[in-house]
T-cell receptor, first 115, second 114 residues
Framework: AQTVTQSQPEMSVQEAETVTLSCTYD???????LFWYKQPPSRQMILVIR??????QNATENRFSVNFQKAAKSFSLKISDSQLGDAAMYFC????????????FGEGTQLTVNP | DSGVTQTPKHLITATGQRVTLRCSPR?????VYWYQQSLDQGLQFLIQ???????AKGNILERFSAQQFPDLHSELNLSSLELGDSALYFC?????????????FGPGTRLLVL
């Protein structure tokens, strides 16, 4: 079974600084997808960024980028120029390529942004 | 706003009771997923429907059941409720059933079992 681990229950960053959230996963699959979701205090789950395992290039979405290390099964999220609105719980998630497969989530990292 | 709606937003009930949570997917989306978020179990996948048919099943208890109707809305039925069923229940939808399809989450239904 696939597992996703986020070893940092809490992180904090100063506004305008950069922060990196860690995620590791375990799978025997060679092709899969990885995601970062954000859950603000409203509890809404919002997709931040996604990565296809067969693509070597790291995904980037504006201030958000990932460092995908397939051999190490590591998928970290970097947030640049942190803003107060980035404060949220961040979940790393894994999904097999098979149609119908579910998202497997990590435990989450609570990010605080200090003004 | 993701376009996925869930009702009710909050639900308070007693142990042993039965409740129904409703989800309307985004317009055009054929897949519906149900997830449970609790303090002790984290975010867990329960079940997926695609165009009315069950496509995948996760850690869904036998006391729980779901269905997707011809108009594509979905209902999650929770029966013989226990205190441990208190959680936030999310519905998500995607256009198809492919793994790369973005799942858009609804705002969730917060269930409290007393």
């Amino acid at each position: 079974a696939q597992t996703v681990t986020q070893s940092q229950p809490e992180m904090s960053v100063q506004e305008a600084e950069t922060v990196t959230l860690s995620c590791t996963y375990d799978t025997s699959e060679s092709d899969y997808y990885l995601f970062w979701y954000k859950q603000p205090p409203s509890r809404q789950m919002i997709l931040v960024i996604r990565q296809e395992a067969y693509k070597q290039q790291n995904a980037t979405e504006n201030r958000f980028s990932v460092n995908f290390q397939k051999a190490a099964k590591s998928f970290s999220l970097k947030i640049s120029d942190s803003q107060l609105g980035d404060a949220a719980m961040y979940f790393c998630a894994y999904r097999r390529k098979t149609s119908g497969s579910r998202l497997t989530f990590g435990e989450g990292t609570q990010l605080t942004v200090n003004p | 706003d993701s376009g996925v709606t869930q009702t009710p937003k909050h639900l308070i009930t007693a142990t042993g009771q039965r409740v129904t949570l409703r989800c309307s997917p985004r317009s055009g989306d054929l897949s519906v997923y149900w997830y449970q978020q609790s303090l002790d179990q984290g975010l867990q996948f329960l079940i997926q429907y695609y165009n009315g048919e069950e496509r995948a099943k996760g850690n869904i208890l036998e006391r729980f059941s779901a269905q997707q109707f011809p108009d594509l809305h979905s209902e999650l039925n929770l029966s013989s409720l226990e205190l441990g069923d208190s959680a936030l229940y999310f519905c998500a939808s995607s256009e198809g059933a492919g793994a790369l399809e973005t799942q858009y989450f609804g705002p969730g239904t917060r269930l409290l079992v007393l």
